[in-house]
C-alpha cells in the first residue's frame, strides 16, 4: 500500500534552515505530482509547494515564495522541502502528499486532488 513518511523537521531559530525529506513506497512515485502542506495550531490546512513527477514546474504559496524550494530524487522515490530564511510563523505540522492524476494548477489547493497523506514531520521556529 501507499506510504508516504516525512522526516527532518526540528526546531530551527528565526532565519535558520531546514530540510523536509518525505520517502515514498507502494506506487510509481515518478508518476505523480507531489505536494508539502501545512498545519498550525489552531489554524486549517495551508498548501506550501507542488512539484510535477519530473521534477519541474513547481507552485508555492506566497508566504514561502523565495525562501522554501521543493524537489525530489525519483530515483530515490523522494521528495524534499528546503526551507530557508525560517519565520516564526513557519511553525506547523508538515505533510507531504501524493497528487492524483487530475490535479493541476487550478486545482493544487483542493484536498480532494490528494489521495494518500504523510504522518507529518513538526516544525517550529524559535528564538
Known amino acids: 500500500q501507499v506510504q508516504l513518511v516525512e522526516s527532518g523537521g526540528g526546531l530551527a531559530q528565526p532565519g535558520g534552515s531546514l530540510r523536509l525529506s518525505c520517502t515514498a513506497s507502494g506506487f510509481f512515485f515518478n508518476q505523480y505530482r507531489m505536494t508539502w502542506a501545512r498545519q498550525a495550531p489552531g489554524k486549517g490546512l495551508e498548501w506550501v509547494a507542488s512539484i510535477n513527477s519530473g521534477g519541474s514546474d513547481p507552485y508555492y504559496t506566497d508566504s514561502v515564495q523565495g525562501r522554501f524550494t521543493i524537489s525530489r530524487d525519483n530515483a530515490k522515490n523522494t521528495l524534499y522541502l528546503q526551507m530557508n530564511s525560517l519565520k516564526p510563523e513557519d511553525t506547523a505540522l508538515y505533510y507531504c502528499?501524493?497528487?492524483?492524476?487530475?490535479?493541476?494548477?487550478?486545482?493544487?489547493?483542493?484536498?480532494?486532488?490528494?489521495?494518500?497523506w504523510g504522518q507529518g514531520t513538526q516544525v517550529s521556529v524559535s528564538s
Open positions: 502528499a501524493k497528487g492524483r492524476p487530475q490535479l493541476a494548477r487550478e486545482t493544487w489547493r483542493f484536498r480532494a486532488m490528494y489521495d494518500s
